[in-house]
């Protein structure tokens, strides 16, 4: 089991810039994931980090969003630029076990663990 910290939440203005953490207590066999939710509707992917560095993201958030990890503190970032309206959510890092053959394709991010999740809040 993966204890994980999410943090780095708040509150800002449409365009601006955060940047969330997750701490992990161990994550060298695992891919790890970002993953929001916002109230009434169901939990959306939003980028994820394979093992070799790989990403993927979703549609919603490419070319704002930037995942990456640092393997010697055992930490995920998510960098969130020219944030919207639409991203106020409640946002989850997530690590589950991948190999690097398949990297993220396939991942069972439900079995896996999860933070305790940071608020994220973006006004017009």
């Known amino acids: 089991q993966v204890r994980l910290v999410d943090s780095g939440g708040g509150s800002v203005q449409s365009g601006g810039s955060l940047r969330l953490s997750c701490s992990a207590s161990?994550?060298?066999?695992?891919?790890m994931g970002w993953f929001r939710q916002a109230p009434g509707r169901e939990r959306e992917g939003v980028a994820a980090?394979?093992?070799?560095?790989?990403?993927t993201y979703s549609d919603s958030v490419k070319g704002r969003f930037t995942i990456s990890r640092d393997n010697a503190e055992k930490t995920l970032y998510l960098q969130m630029n020219n944030l919207k309206p639409e991203d106020t959510a409640t946002y989850y890092c997530?690590?589950?076990?991948?190999?690097?053959?398949?990297?993220?394709?396939?991942?069972?991010?439900?079995?896996?663990?999860w933070g305790q999740g940071t608020q994220v809040t973006v006004s017009s």
């Open positions: 161990a994550y060298s066999m695992h891919c």
């Open positions: 997530a690590a589950a076990y991948c190999t690097m053959e398949a990297g993220t394709r396939g991942v069972d991010w439900d079995s896996g663990d």
């Open positions: 980090i394979a093992r070799d560095g790989g990403t």
